[in-house]
């Protein structure tokens, strides 16, 4: 029905706060995916948000980050029309270096948010980086999502598990001295810290800063990043405790692959040849009397299933975040 503009989108998590429920926000970097998101959320009747970061951007553009932006967000806003929910784009972990590109979106209107991550930076340079993509954005009614943690380095083994997390004063200091829109958290699921070690989530610190901001009446939706390996239960505590947007990712990664992995699997005699068969495609094995099977190396087939199994994820991850039956466009 509709493609959400940042005034949109900040309506959906005011709603989800008010109402205490949260809403996944989903990577994708090609069509499957978002075409699958797109069924899952229209039969649960949520708002759909979609995230592309850099890289999907530069995947979807053959290299051309840009483009693929441009292609990804157009292909969004075409495909939003056939649903009866709001779908909104959120650039996702975008760095100082894609200033152009922030700006490149904002002035093209192609997303609905944009995440600014400058959070391994020093807490000046963090503000400092965050309020000037704010300052880009005045006027366009996008929303900015920044991020605060104490991680002082992906490879510094030497810190205690406390520095990894944002730290509830100066995340008051952090947004009023910003104004971003939407504040990513560490509590113990921020890439990178997990590397072989038991991540502790710490929900309580979440609780905090939602509380300390809320005592400034800084209604801000806190984002939890890196959710994909969280439980039914961990999920509710976190809401609980006042995250309102979970990134999902890497779930949907494993399922696009494990659903090609296991049909190619059991379709292996269609598209492989058998022993004694020259293993040669040129001229499609046209030495032989095996052929192969197009009705199951056509990738429209495997793409079915695919888009069907993400689907179902996003329904179950729809149904773990309570945002089913919440869309604003049901209101209107
Ligand atoms: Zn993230």
Redesign the pocket.
Known sequence: MAFFNGEDLRQVYKKAQAEGYGLMANNIAETNVLIGLLEGYAKRCSDLVIQVSPGAAAFAGGGNRTTGLTILSYTIQQLAKYYPIGVSLNL??FTVNDMPLIKQAIDGSLVSSI?I?ASRESFEENVRISHQVVRMAKGSGILIEAELGKIKGMEDEVASDEAFYTDPEEAVEFIKRTEADLL?ISIGTQ?GVSKGRDVVLQTDIAKRIHERLEEDSLLIPLVL??TSGLLAQQIQEIIHCGVCKL?K?TRYQYEYARTAHDFYRAHTSSIVPPSGVEDNSSGLFSESNWTPNKSDFDPRVVGKLVRAKITETAIELIDQAGSANHTLLREG
Do not use: E, I, L
């Open positions: 996702d972990h995440m991550d990513a890439h990043h890196g990134n990712d």
